[in-house]
């Protein structure tokens, strides 16, 4: 399969206004006003193949909905090239607009005093779905997410949940192969996340729609994207596996240690580096050849109740990689 | 062919706002009928004017006080019709623009201009503009004893039309600017009051007012020209501009619209 | 210390009336138009009606009418309701009902902080625009009168204050408002003469207005500046805006009051 989108050396950039706080300072602004320049995006490129699901990690404000808004082609960038299904993303073509839709948590499409169904079908009648597949569509995407029976409730009525699977409808009805979640999950249960979760996975599977989910549950991405992509200030940190991301960190091991009675942290220290204490709880980072000696020792030198040795977390990675990058 | 297809997809696609408007509004009867008190007293400080033409007889090169109602009328009658089709959607625009909520329009595969110009359609509040309206211009009709014959109700609904078209593009440049400036309340104002000039037929005004009303900004085609028209006091050049201007203001509006489009950063509220 | 809040507040409203200078200045321009279209009518009316006075002003005497009711109307609207209301809806109040300051000085300050520019401004258009009128009609404004229309403008500017504080109120029993306030401020700016003179109404609808407070706030200001009201009636008019000044003070007090108790209530 070829590739869904390729970006080169994306920029983006913003301008604001200082302001400085004091009536001196506003009355200063009323003429004159200094113009700051801020890079949102600043020099990304990567290729997504065909079918592809990728998560956009990084933190507020790293510009992760930057760059999902100008693939969606809601922005135009400062510089740089993107092809998406070979469009360019901010020429707004129709046929561009066809193939893919975006969904973002914060910001709804459905019209909150209608019952969703009436939105639904008019994005039916705006993407020009023919009867016969919104009907199929209809049927089978309400049936996935369980919703058949309330398309005919007003969706102020709606528990969060359902008005977020009531956006997936709308946003699908007319079988996107492209995707943009921005932050799909906020906001909802711990069921409602899991549901949505398998919707996504289902709908990539079965339709193999290309998808691009940006969201600040790792769950979220752990158990959808094989690949994530790791902005931080506007550059990318980390492009590849999830699992290779904390690569350095398969070296080091976490030993965690229960103690009977409490011990001070002076000697655990020479060990490794002292992640948590509290008496009779210990967590120790060490490399990953020592960790057996180092337990040994420890058992030995104190009185362990119950031990364990893991890798480091996904998380731990990332904030490591964050660090690293500052 | 394809415009055709084209078209009536876009006529579907308004009727459903109608109808969706329509379901939402009947949702809050309270607001539905604030809102038609709310204009009723905004006619009511427009029939002022009424009153003081009628009071003081007041004639205007050569129109009757009734003439004049007939002018008033058709303002009042354009009123309504700007506050059902246009100003709240324009008023959502601005919010659209600073809630970024305009993002989900933009990326769908139909006229964002459109989408946004006539999604909801007001109900309730031009009701009263829209009685009024009608009743001072079949008054005025009728008392400046214009024939009332079908070529004059078709010229006079036509010059409605053209005025409806000259309203939007008129009414829309405040909502425009909110593309560049964050607070647009004052430019708004300054439409409304700019609106409001046609309170009065435009003969009141000295020539230069008149002028710059008619082939700079024109907002007197809007209520003027209709009743003129049925009163043949159009001449030939004004009727040909009143042609003219209305696609030319298009056309305008539709190049400063793709400007602001390019200038829509879109906010993360 | 309470003074020091008060400031604050005063300065916080300052400094947002200049925030969006794009806005400000454009706000200067919009309060023109509608006297331009008065102005012309009322023109064409007195040409038109080949006749000296009409609803009892002279053709000078109405232009200045109208040109100084629409600066002092854009003086005297407060369009503070909405941020009262949007308080009491939200539960806003809270955090004054805290703090040791009262929300009514909170309120008046920051209102004049904001408004400031606005009344510097307004004040020397109004005089720049009587100076210009008296050399163009010429006519004579006595000192006396320029001092008595200032103290009438600033109890004006009070009343309106207290009259806009008073109608909050409604804000603690009706649910929607913020229409109401769009009607009501329509209504006010219609009775207190800021569109029309209140003689158009004809006489039994001004007696009506006399016993309400909304002639003292643009109607009486702008006719004691034109000479329309003179003598003893200017002292008798100064009076019956201090008199309504303190009896909307007592209003405000019992409908607040009143309005808090339930609001206590609600919000628990």
Redesign the interface.
Known sequence: MGNAIEVNHLVKS?EYYKKDIG?KQ??K???FRKKLVKEAVNDVSFTIAEGEMVGFLGQNGAGK?TTL?IL?????PTAGNVSVFGYTPWE?K??F??I???V?GQ???L?P??PAG?SI???K????VSDEDYRRTLDELSELLDVKDLLGV?VRRLSFGERMKMELIASLIHRPKLMFLDEPTIGLDIISQRAVRNFLKYYNEQYQATIILTSHYMKDIEDLCPRAILINAGSIIYDGELKKINAYHDERKLIKLHFAEPILSEPLRAFGELKEFDGYYAVIEVGKEEAQICLQQCLDRFPVMDFTIEDLTIEDGIVELYRGSA | MNVVIELRRHLYILALFAKNSVISQMEYRANFITGIFVEAAFLMAKLLYVVIVFKTNLHIDGLTPDAILMFMGTHILLTGIYMGLFYNNFQRLTEYVRSGMLDLMIVKPISLQFLVSVRYIEVGMPIPNIIAGSVMVAIGWSASEIPFTFLNVALFIAFMFIATIITYCIMIIPALLSFWFVNTSAASEISYSVWDANNMPYMIYNKWIQRIGTFFIPVFIITNFAPLVVLHKLTRVEIVWAIVAPIVLFVLIRVLWKQAMKAYSSSNL | MIRNKYAVAFRIGFQSSLEYRFNFFLSLISAVFPMIVQYYMWTAVYANAGESSIFGYSYREMIMYTVLAAVISKLVITNIEYSIAEDIKSGGLNKYIIQPIYYFGFRISSYIGQRLIYFVISLFIILALTYALNTFYNLHTEEERMIIFCLSLILSIILSFMISYAICACAFWLSEISYFFVVTSLLINIMSGGIFPLEIFGERLQQLFRYMPFHYMIYFPVNVLNGKISGELIWQGIIGQAVWIALLALICHLVWKWGMKRYLGLGG
């Open positions: 913003f009536m506003s009355l602004n009323l003429f909905t808004k969606s082609g809601i922005l135009h707004r129709k046929q607009k066809q893919f839709s975006i973002m910001k709804s499409q019209w005093d209608l009436e079908f008019l994005n009648c705006i993407y020009q007003q």
